[in-house]
Protein backbone atom coordinates (compact mmCIF):
# COMPACT_ATOMS: atom_id res chain seq x y z
CA UNK A 1 0.00 0.00 0.00
CA UNK A 2 1.02 3.78 -0.53
CA UNK A 3 3.31 5.83 2.10
CA UNK A 4 0.46 8.48 2.18
CA UNK A 5 -1.69 6.22 3.76
CA UNK A 6 0.43 4.16 6.14
CA UNK A 7 1.16 7.84 7.58
CA UNK A 8 -2.16 7.93 9.36
CA UNK A 9 -1.87 4.53 10.98
CA UNK A 10 -0.94 4.60 14.51
CA UNK A 11 0.48 1.30 14.72
CA UNK A 12 1.23 -0.63 18.03
CA UNK A 13 2.33 0.77 21.36
CA UNK A 14 6.10 1.17 21.72
CA UNK A 15 7.37 -2.02 22.81
CA UNK A 16 11.11 -2.12 23.76
CA UNK A 17 12.13 1.34 24.32
CA UNK A 18 15.37 1.05 21.56
CA UNK A 19 17.79 3.68 21.46
CA UNK A 20 18.78 3.36 17.87
CA UNK A 21 18.08 1.37 14.55
CA UNK A 22 20.57 -1.24 15.30
CA UNK A 23 18.75 -1.98 18.81
CA UNK A 24 15.78 -1.85 16.91
CA UNK A 25 17.15 -4.79 14.79
CA UNK A 26 19.01 -7.04 17.05
CA UNK A 27 15.87 -6.60 19.26
CA UNK A 28 14.18 -8.05 16.66
CA UNK A 29 11.63 -4.87 17.64
CA UNK A 30 8.96 -4.53 14.48
CA UNK A 31 5.66 -5.58 14.77
CA UNK A 32 3.30 -6.41 11.63
CA UNK A 33 -0.03 -4.88 10.77
CA UNK A 34 -1.99 -6.65 8.28
CA UNK A 35 -5.03 -5.43 5.16
CA UNK A 36 -7.11 -7.44 3.57
CA UNK A 37 -6.82 -8.53 0.25
CA UNK A 38 -10.78 -9.16 -1.30
CA UNK A 39 -11.73 -10.19 -4.48
CA UNK A 40 -13.59 -7.53 -6.46
CA UNK A 41 -16.70 -9.40 -8.07
CA UNK A 42 -17.87 -11.16 -4.74
CA UNK A 43 -16.43 -9.21 -1.91
CA UNK A 44 -14.53 -12.79 -0.41
CA UNK A 45 -11.33 -12.59 1.35
CA UNK A 46 -8.34 -13.91 -0.47
CA UNK A 47 -5.92 -12.93 2.48
CA UNK A 48 -3.62 -9.73 3.83
CA UNK A 49 -1.02 -7.98 2.93
CA UNK A 50 1.38 -8.27 5.86
CA UNK A 51 3.04 -4.26 6.70
CA UNK A 52 5.70 -4.09 9.01
CA UNK A 53 6.31 -1.01 11.71
CA UNK A 54 9.12 -0.22 14.01
CA UNK A 55 8.57 0.83 17.78
CA UNK A 56 5.82 3.31 18.22
CA UNK A 57 7.19 6.40 19.59
CA UNK A 58 10.31 6.09 17.63
CA UNK A 59 11.81 7.93 14.56
CA UNK A 60 11.86 3.78 13.00
CA UNK A 61 7.93 3.59 13.11
CA UNK A 62 6.74 3.81 9.76
CA UNK A 63 8.61 1.74 7.43
CA UNK A 64 10.29 4.02 4.97
CA UNK A 65 11.82 5.64 7.84
CA UNK A 66 12.83 2.03 9.38
CA UNK A 67 14.53 1.17 6.20
CA UNK A 68 16.08 4.37 5.15
CA UNK A 69 18.08 3.80 8.75
CA UNK A 70 18.77 -0.03 8.15
CA UNK A 71 20.45 0.94 5.17
CA UNK A 72 22.00 3.76 6.17
CA UNK A 73 23.35 1.35 8.59
CA UNK A 74 24.78 -1.48 6.30
CA UNK A 75 21.85 -3.69 7.63
CA UNK A 76 19.05 -3.34 5.37
CA UNK A 77 19.24 -7.36 4.45
CA UNK A 78 19.02 -8.12 7.78
CA UNK A 79 16.28 -5.65 8.73
CA UNK A 80 14.37 -7.71 5.77
CA UNK A 81 14.61 -10.99 7.31
CA UNK A 82 13.58 -9.60 10.42
CA UNK A 83 10.48 -8.11 9.23
CA UNK A 84 9.34 -11.11 7.02
CA UNK A 85 10.62 -13.49 9.91
CA UNK A 86 8.07 -11.95 12.44
CA UNK A 87 4.90 -11.69 10.06
CA UNK A 88 5.36 -15.26 9.69
CA UNK A 89 5.45 -15.61 13.67
CA UNK A 90 2.16 -13.54 13.72
CA UNK A 91 0.59 -15.39 11.01
CA UNK A 92 1.47 -18.87 12.41
CA UNK A 93 0.55 -17.72 16.00
CA UNK A 94 -2.94 -17.23 14.50
CA UNK A 95 -3.28 -20.96 13.17
CA UNK A 96 -5.08 -19.19 10.31
CA UNK A 97 -6.95 -20.64 7.52
CA UNK A 98 -4.74 -22.51 5.00
CA UNK A 99 -6.65 -21.29 2.15
CA UNK A 100 -5.79 -17.58 2.92
CA UNK A 101 -2.97 -16.18 0.96
CA UNK A 102 -0.05 -14.08 2.33
CA UNK A 103 1.59 -10.89 0.53
CA UNK A 104 4.76 -10.56 2.22
CA UNK A 105 7.42 -7.94 0.80
CA UNK A 106 11.23 -8.53 -0.12
CA UNK A 107 13.69 -5.98 -0.75
CA UNK A 108 16.60 -6.66 -3.46
CA UNK A 109 19.21 -6.93 -1.64
CA UNK A 110 17.77 -10.07 0.45
CA UNK A 111 18.19 -12.24 -2.79
CA UNK A 112 21.34 -13.01 -2.00
CA UNK A 113 21.58 -13.09 1.98
CA UNK A 114 20.92 -16.28 4.02
CA UNK A 115 18.56 -16.13 6.69
CA UNK A 116 19.91 -15.11 10.21
CA UNK A 117 20.15 -18.45 12.22
CA UNK A 118 17.46 -17.01 15.24
CA UNK A 119 14.99 -16.19 12.37
CA UNK A 120 15.33 -19.56 9.94
CA UNK A 121 12.68 -21.50 12.56
CA UNK A 122 9.95 -19.27 11.56
CA UNK A 123 10.98 -19.22 7.68
CA UNK A 124 10.71 -22.97 7.18
CA UNK A 125 7.74 -23.28 8.98
CA UNK A 126 6.30 -20.67 6.65
CA UNK A 127 7.27 -22.52 4.00
CA UNK A 128 5.35 -25.62 5.00
CA UNK A 129 2.18 -24.61 6.61
CA UNK A 130 1.62 -20.90 4.51
CA UNK A 131 0.79 -20.10 1.07
CA UNK A 132 2.85 -16.71 0.41
CA UNK A 133 3.17 -14.54 -1.96
CA UNK A 134 6.37 -12.12 -2.27
CA UNK A 135 6.51 -8.71 -3.17
CA UNK A 136 9.43 -7.43 -5.22
CA UNK A 137 9.22 -4.04 -7.43
CA UNK A 138 10.61 -3.36 -10.51
CA UNK A 139 13.74 -1.83 -8.61
CA UNK A 140 14.71 -5.53 -7.48
CA UNK A 141 15.44 -6.85 -10.86
CA UNK A 142 16.80 -3.71 -12.40
CA UNK A 143 19.70 -3.92 -9.17
CA UNK A 144 20.23 -7.55 -9.24
CA UNK A 145 18.83 -9.88 -11.77
CA UNK A 146 20.71 -12.86 -11.35
CA UNK A 147 20.06 -13.05 -7.67
CA UNK A 148 16.02 -12.29 -7.99
CA UNK A 149 15.95 -15.06 -10.63
CA UNK A 150 17.46 -17.16 -8.38
CA UNK A 151 15.62 -15.68 -5.62
CA UNK A 152 11.80 -16.11 -7.22
CA UNK A 153 13.03 -20.38 -8.07
CA UNK A 154 13.61 -20.80 -5.10
CA UNK A 155 10.08 -19.48 -3.65
CA UNK A 156 8.01 -21.38 -6.04
CA UNK A 157 10.09 -24.67 -6.06
CA UNK A 158 8.76 -23.95 -2.33
CA UNK A 159 4.96 -23.72 -3.96
CA UNK A 160 4.85 -19.59 -3.14
CA UNK A 161 3.71 -17.02 -5.83
CA UNK A 162 5.31 -13.97 -6.76
CA UNK A 163 3.88 -10.25 -6.99
CA UNK A 164 5.32 -7.37 -9.09
CA UNK A 165 4.12 -4.41 -6.97
CA UNK A 166 3.65 -0.81 -7.90
CA UNK A 167 3.52 -1.25 -11.56
CA UNK A 168 2.26 1.67 -13.62
CA UNK A 169 4.38 4.14 -10.85
CA UNK A 170 7.77 3.81 -12.61
CA UNK A 171 7.77 3.22 -16.75
CA UNK A 172 10.47 0.28 -16.19
CA UNK A 173 8.15 -1.89 -14.51
CA UNK A 174 5.88 -2.75 -17.68
CA UNK A 175 9.37 -3.71 -19.37
CA UNK A 176 10.59 -5.78 -16.78
CA UNK A 177 7.61 -7.61 -15.95
CA UNK A 178 7.67 -10.49 -18.30
CA UNK A 179 11.41 -11.04 -16.54
CA UNK A 180 9.78 -11.69 -13.01
CA UNK A 181 6.64 -13.44 -14.50
CA UNK A 182 4.82 -12.82 -11.55
CA UNK A 183 1.54 -14.37 -10.59
CA UNK A 184 -0.29 -11.24 -9.43
CA UNK A 185 0.40 -7.96 -10.76
CA UNK A 186 -0.20 -5.14 -8.39
CA UNK A 187 -1.42 -1.66 -10.33
CA UNK A 188 -0.42 1.59 -8.89
CA UNK A 189 -2.89 3.42 -6.65
CA UNK A 190 -1.96 6.37 -8.69
CA UNK A 191 -3.41 4.75 -11.50
CA UNK A 192 -7.16 4.79 -10.05
CA UNK A 193 -6.88 8.99 -9.87
CA UNK A 194 -5.93 9.30 -13.38
CA UNK A 195 -8.14 6.71 -15.30
CA UNK A 196 -8.44 8.86 -18.31
CA UNK A 197 -4.66 10.22 -18.58
CA UNK A 198 -2.86 8.86 -21.86
CA UNK A 199 0.24 6.79 -19.34
CA UNK A 200 -2.67 4.96 -17.39
CA UNK A 201 -4.15 3.50 -20.68
CA UNK A 202 -0.35 2.33 -21.48
CA UNK A 203 -0.29 0.95 -18.63
CA UNK A 204 -3.53 -1.22 -18.58
CA UNK A 205 -2.67 -2.37 -22.10
CA UNK A 206 0.38 -3.68 -21.54
CA UNK A 207 -0.77 -5.60 -17.99
CA UNK A 208 -4.05 -6.54 -18.92
CA UNK A 209 -1.90 -8.51 -22.20
CA UNK A 210 0.39 -10.09 -19.76
CA UNK A 211 -2.67 -11.32 -17.33
CA UNK A 212 -4.19 -12.35 -20.73
CA UNK A 213 -0.84 -14.59 -22.14
CA UNK A 214 0.16 -15.75 -18.61
CA UNK A 215 -2.98 -16.20 -16.57
CA UNK A 216 -1.73 -13.86 -14.16
CA UNK A 217 -3.80 -12.09 -11.05
CA UNK A 218 -4.29 -8.16 -11.50
CA UNK A 219 -5.08 -6.60 -7.81
CA UNK A 220 -5.27 -2.86 -7.70
CA UNK A 221 -4.06 -1.31 -4.88
CA UNK A 222 -5.06 1.79 -3.17
CA UNK A 223 -9.29 1.14 -3.10
CA UNK A 224 -10.89 3.76 -1.27
CA UNK A 225 -14.33 3.93 -2.57
CA UNK A 226 -17.04 1.66 -4.55
CA UNK A 227 -16.22 4.43 -7.62
CA UNK A 228 -12.55 3.28 -7.16
CA UNK A 229 -13.33 -0.50 -7.51
CA UNK A 230 -15.51 -0.05 -10.24
CA UNK A 231 -12.92 1.85 -12.29
CA UNK A 232 -10.05 -1.54 -10.79
CA UNK A 233 -12.50 -3.81 -12.25
CA UNK A 234 -12.47 -1.88 -15.80
CA UNK A 235 -8.42 -1.56 -15.75
CA UNK A 236 -9.12 -5.64 -15.50
CA UNK A 237 -8.32 -6.05 -11.76
CA UNK A 238 -9.95 -8.92 -9.88
CA UNK A 239 -8.25 -8.47 -6.77
CA UNK A 240 -8.51 -5.43 -4.43
CA UNK A 241 -7.14 -3.45 -1.42
CA UNK A 242 -7.23 -0.20 0.26
CA UNK A 243 -9.25 1.80 2.94
CA UNK A 244 -12.70 0.71 1.02
CA UNK A 245 -11.98 -2.82 2.30
CA UNK A 246 -10.11 -2.28 5.70
CA UNK A 247 -6.87 -0.32 6.66
CA UNK A 248 -4.05 -1.91 8.32
CA UNK A 249 -4.34 -3.41 11.54
CA UNK A 250 -3.67 -6.24 13.74
CA UNK A 251 -4.65 -9.72 12.33
CA UNK A 252 -8.47 -10.66 12.69
CA UNK A 253 -9.33 -13.57 14.80
CA UNK A 254 -10.56 -16.97 13.66
CA UNK A 255 -10.65 -15.44 9.72
CA UNK A 256 -11.58 -17.83 6.84
CA UNK A 257 -11.20 -17.46 3.13
CA UNK A 258 -14.18 -16.72 1.21
CA UNK A 259 -12.05 -16.40 -2.30
CA UNK A 260 -8.89 -18.34 -3.94
CA UNK A 261 -5.85 -16.49 -5.79
CA UNK A 262 -4.32 -19.37 -8.27
CA UNK A 263 -0.82 -19.15 -8.73
CA UNK A 264 0.58 -20.05 -13.14
CA UNK A 265 3.22 -21.93 -13.80
CA UNK A 266 6.58 -20.07 -14.35
CA UNK A 267 8.42 -20.21 -17.81
CA UNK A 268 11.14 -22.78 -17.60
CA UNK A 269 14.42 -21.74 -17.97
CA UNK A 270 16.67 -22.40 -20.68
CA UNK A 271 20.55 -23.27 -20.87
CA UNK A 272 20.63 -22.62 -24.42
CA UNK A 273 22.45 -19.56 -25.54
CA UNK A 274 20.22 -16.73 -27.27
CA UNK A 275 21.47 -17.85 -30.80
CA UNK A 276 20.92 -21.69 -29.79
CA UNK A 277 17.55 -20.43 -28.45
CA UNK A 278 16.10 -18.52 -31.62
CA UNK A 279 18.01 -20.34 -34.41
CA UNK A 280 15.91 -23.53 -33.11
CA UNK A 281 12.70 -21.86 -34.76
CA UNK A 282 14.08 -19.19 -36.97
CA UNK A 283 16.00 -19.46 -40.27
CA UNK A 284 19.61 -18.84 -40.17
CA UNK A 285 21.39 -16.08 -42.74
CA UNK A 286 25.47 -15.74 -43.33
CA UNK A 287 26.82 -12.60 -43.72
CA UNK A 288 29.41 -10.25 -42.78
CA UNK A 289 30.15 -8.10 -39.70
CA UNK A 290 29.65 -4.76 -42.09
CA UNK A 291 26.18 -5.57 -43.15
CA UNK A 292 25.28 -6.72 -39.08
CA UNK A 293 25.95 -3.33 -37.93
CA UNK A 294 23.47 -1.54 -39.53
CA UNK A 295 20.96 -4.28 -37.57
CA UNK A 296 22.12 -4.14 -34.30
CA UNK A 297 22.51 -0.23 -33.76
CA UNK A 298 18.79 -0.21 -34.86
CA UNK A 299 18.07 -2.15 -32.17
CA UNK A 300 20.32 -0.22 -30.03
CA UNK A 301 18.62 2.89 -31.00
CA UNK A 302 14.63 1.29 -30.29
CA UNK A 303 16.33 0.92 -26.91
CA UNK A 304 16.41 4.66 -26.59
CA UNK A 305 13.20 5.45 -27.96
CA UNK A 306 9.70 6.40 -26.42
CA UNK A 307 8.28 7.07 -23.27
CA UNK A 308 8.55 3.32 -21.63
CA UNK A 309 12.04 2.69 -22.59
CA UNK A 310 12.82 -1.25 -22.83
CA UNK A 311 15.37 -3.46 -21.61
CA UNK A 312 18.55 -3.78 -23.57
CA UNK A 313 20.53 -7.16 -23.19
CA UNK A 314 23.77 -7.07 -25.80
CA UNK A 315 26.58 -9.74 -26.12
CA UNK A 316 29.99 -8.33 -27.17
CA UNK A 317 32.42 -11.50 -27.80
CA UNK A 318 35.31 -9.55 -26.59
CA UNK A 319 36.05 -6.04 -24.34
CA UNK A 320 37.60 -4.39 -27.55
CA UNK A 321 33.94 -4.82 -29.10
CA UNK A 322 32.59 -2.71 -26.74
CA UNK A 323 34.26 0.49 -27.67
CA UNK A 324 34.53 4.13 -26.15
CA UNK A 325 31.86 4.80 -28.63
CA UNK A 326 29.29 2.12 -27.61
CA UNK A 327 30.34 2.53 -23.68
CA UNK A 328 29.21 5.76 -24.28
CA UNK A 329 25.71 4.90 -25.68
CA UNK A 330 24.57 2.77 -23.76
CA UNK A 331 25.48 4.74 -20.45
CA UNK A 332 23.02 6.92 -21.80
CA UNK A 333 20.64 4.35 -22.67
CA UNK A 334 21.04 2.98 -19.07
CA UNK A 335 20.02 6.49 -17.88
CA UNK A 336 16.55 6.36 -18.69
CA UNK A 337 16.20 2.52 -19.50
CA UNK A 338 15.21 -0.28 -16.19
CA UNK A 339 17.49 -2.44 -17.39
CA UNK A 340 21.22 -2.09 -19.97
CA UNK A 341 23.53 -4.86 -19.96
CA UNK A 342 26.80 -5.74 -21.80
CA UNK A 343 28.60 -8.82 -21.65
CA UNK A 344 31.50 -9.98 -23.15
CA UNK A 345 34.96 -11.63 -22.52
CA UNK A 346 37.29 -8.96 -20.47
CA UNK A 347 33.80 -6.53 -19.83
CA UNK A 348 33.51 -5.90 -15.72
CA UNK A 349 30.41 -5.79 -13.61
CA UNK A 350 29.83 -2.64 -15.05
CA UNK A 351 31.36 -1.99 -18.03
CA UNK A 352 30.07 1.51 -18.30
CA UNK A 353 28.10 4.39 -16.01
CA UNK A 354 25.11 2.39 -14.87
CA UNK A 355 25.31 -1.02 -17.41
CA UNK A 356 25.08 -4.27 -15.93
CA UNK A 357 27.91 -6.38 -16.99
CA UNK A 358 30.04 -9.94 -16.71
CA UNK A 359 33.29 -11.54 -17.41
CA UNK A 360 33.54 -15.11 -19.21
CA UNK A 361 36.02 -17.22 -20.24
CA UNK A 362 36.34 -17.68 -23.96
CA UNK A 363 35.82 -21.21 -23.56
CA UNK A 364 32.48 -20.38 -22.65
CA UNK A 365 29.35 -20.85 -25.20
CA UNK A 366 28.83 -17.38 -25.06
CA UNK A 367 32.32 -15.85 -26.33
CA UNK A 368 31.48 -16.65 -30.08
CA UNK A 369 28.04 -14.93 -29.59
CA UNK A 370 26.89 -11.57 -30.79
CA UNK A 371 23.36 -11.11 -29.60
CA UNK A 372 21.34 -7.45 -28.92
CA UNK A 373 18.06 -8.22 -27.42
CA UNK A 374 15.20 -5.74 -27.11
CA UNK A 375 12.24 -5.88 -24.81
CA UNK A 376 9.82 -3.44 -23.97
CA UNK A 377 5.99 -3.12 -23.13
CA UNK A 378 4.49 -3.29 -26.33
CA UNK A 379 7.45 -4.79 -28.53
CA UNK A 380 10.76 -7.01 -28.37
CA UNK A 381 13.08 -7.75 -31.37
CA UNK A 382 16.60 -9.98 -31.22
CA UNK A 383 19.05 -9.81 -33.44
CA UNK A 384 21.27 -13.35 -32.53
CA UNK A 385 24.66 -14.24 -34.36
CA UNK A 386 27.34 -16.28 -34.17
CA UNK A 387 31.19 -16.01 -35.01
CA UNK A 388 32.31 -18.32 -37.97
CA UNK A 389 36.29 -17.36 -37.20
CA UNK A 390 37.22 -15.91 -39.91
CA UNK A 391 40.92 -14.10 -40.36
CA UNK A 392 40.93 -11.16 -42.00
CA UNK A 393 39.53 -7.60 -41.56
CA UNK A 394 37.45 -7.26 -38.85
CA UNK A 395 34.40 -5.85 -40.89
CA UNK A 396 34.70 -8.60 -43.42
CA UNK A 397 34.50 -11.90 -40.42
CA UNK A 398 31.28 -13.73 -41.44
CA UNK A 399 28.23 -14.69 -38.72
CA UNK A 400 25.30 -16.75 -39.21
CA UNK A 401 22.52 -15.23 -38.06
CA UNK A 402 18.74 -14.98 -37.29
CA UNK A 403 16.43 -12.37 -36.13
CA UNK A 404 12.97 -12.47 -35.06
CA UNK A 405 9.90 -10.16 -33.55
CA UNK A 406 8.42 -12.93 -31.58
CA UNK A 407 7.76 -11.73 -28.62
CA UNK A 408 7.85 -15.35 -26.87
CA UNK A 409 10.93 -16.28 -28.40
CA UNK A 410 13.17 -13.50 -27.78
CA UNK A 411 11.88 -13.41 -24.19
CA UNK A 412 13.28 -16.83 -23.71
CA UNK A 413 16.42 -15.64 -25.32
CA UNK A 414 16.34 -12.58 -22.77
CA UNK A 415 15.78 -14.27 -19.96
CA UNK A 416 19.09 -16.76 -20.24
CA UNK A 417 21.00 -14.12 -20.52
CA UNK A 418 19.85 -13.08 -16.97
CA UNK A 419 21.82 -15.45 -14.43
CA UNK A 420 25.04 -13.98 -16.17
CA UNK A 421 24.74 -10.66 -14.62
CA UNK A 422 25.66 -9.18 -11.85
CA UNK A 423 24.41 -6.36 -9.19
CA UNK A 424 24.46 -2.61 -9.95
CA UNK A 425 26.68 -1.11 -7.69
CA UNK A 426 24.41 -0.05 -4.68
CA UNK A 427 22.82 3.09 -5.13
CA UNK A 428 20.15 5.45 -3.26
CA UNK A 429 16.62 4.01 -3.01
CA UNK A 430 13.10 6.12 -2.68
CA UNK A 431 11.59 3.77 -0.73
CA UNK A 432 7.75 3.44 -0.78
CA UNK A 433 7.03 0.33 1.64
CA UNK A 434 3.86 0.42 3.26
Not at 206 to 213: I, Q, R
Request: charged share 20%; net charge negative.
Amino acid sequence: MAAEQAQLDPGPADISGVRDIHEVIDQRAVTTLFQPLVDLSTGGLIGYEALSRGPAGTPWHMPDALFAAARAAGRETELDWVCRAVAFRTILAADPDPSLTWFVNMEPTASRVSCPPDLAGHVAEAQAMLRVVTEVTERSIAHDPAGLLTATTSLRADGWGVALDDVGADPGSLALMPFIHPDVVKLDMQLLREPDEPHTARVVAAVDAYAEASGAVVLAEGIETARHAATARTMGATVGQGWHYGRPAPLPADVRAGAHLPFIAPPALSVDTPFTIVTRRRPITRTTKSRLMPMSRHLEAWAGDGAEPPVLLACFQKAQHFTPATAARFARLAASSPLVAALGAGLGNEPAPGVHGTAFAASDPLHGEWNVIVVGPHRAAALVARDLGDPGPDRDRRFDFAVTHDRALVLEAARALLPWLAPARPAPLLLTRA
